[in-house]
């Protein structure tokens, strides 16, 4: 039997973010697995028939402490019983008529918690609600062809270009998913794109019309700080934060005191706020840093940027400050302005640009290589960018607007 742990809380729990396999204590055998991504789930090592078995009990934290906890002591009554829950299981999943509908949902809960948020998952469960399920989802998986992916995204192809695409992926990911699991013969999968589907629709960047966000101009950007920091309220003070630093604003909105080290001069955005998925750690100018300090902090609010009733900024909440300012550039703009700025007037190198934009560089080798010797150069940049941002420009055109790429 597994030697009984450490019991760790609700809380102890919270805080396990390194990598590997953590013991609960509160039933033996009882573990939370954390992933390199940040991801989380629950899993009881148990023996069954002599046999050691690892069983997946769900995503944290979807399921809680309380419940992975209820379903440990279920599953191990059942082994004591003479259950075996993986041979059960097996059997239930047997008598299940695999549709596309059902094999959806399987894999939707497979992955569930390899997903950074519950949005992510909702976005799956709508588009094959409202693009799939009218036209295959009930027919049995194994005999789903090209003519019902054709039927469900053809009629969107040109309109609703980067929404197909994205169907059309998850299309494929489900039916690949089928095959590995013997619910549909192995074989071409009639969703993929190269030499199948590439014959039937036009590629997507034929017909793809996406609008780039809109951004100031390099030497507009003194002039719109200067009045910027004349605006009061958290929304302006995030807005400038996130032109600082040249962070995403959704990580920006939900910064929190606990991930800045003021003595450092760094901020440390856990993985589960990045686009990509990776812990990212940013240098913060002695302009940032006097930003933070002059914000009010709150006796137990760890969130730094507070809205109405405490609560974070809302998504539109930094756009709607920009509107009020007059402009019709957006928030996300300022990253693309930032990479223009140091690629026209600055002798930055690529890769260093790259890394203060949290941007993928080269292969996971390369990057692991280059993790370790970028920092510095990363708060030269961002220093040498704050102090352009307080420098005049030699022209007057302050609110000259350019599409970013």
Known sequence: MPKKARELTALGIKNLTTPGLHAIGTVSGLALYVKPTGARSWVLRTMVAGRRREMGLGGYPTVSLAQAITYARETRDKIRSGVDPTAEKRLRMKNIVWTFRTVAEAYIAAHRASWKNAKHAQQWENTLDTYCYPQFGDKHVSDI??????AAIEPHWTTKNETMVRVRNRIELILNYAMQREYRPEGPNPARWKGNLDAALPRPSKVNQREHFEALAIDAMHGFMERLRKIEGMAARALEFAILTVVRTGAVRMALWSEIDLAAKVWSVPAEKMKAGRAHKVPLSPRAVELLEALPRFEGIDL????????????????ACMRRMGLTAVPHGFRST??????????????????????????????AYRRGDLFEKRREVMDLWSRFLDTPPATSNILVLRKAV
Request: charged letters at 30%; a negative charge.
């Open 145 to 150: 062809g090209k003519g019902d992916i054709l």
């Open 304 to 319: 730094i940027f507070t809205g109405r009733n405490d609560k974070p900024l809302s998504d539109m909440a930094l756009t």
């Open 338 to 367: 930032f990479a223009d700025w140091s690629a026209e007037r600055t002798g930055t190198p690529a890769e260093v640009r790259e890394m203060v934009l949290a941007h993928s560089i080269g292969d996971r080798t390369e990057e």
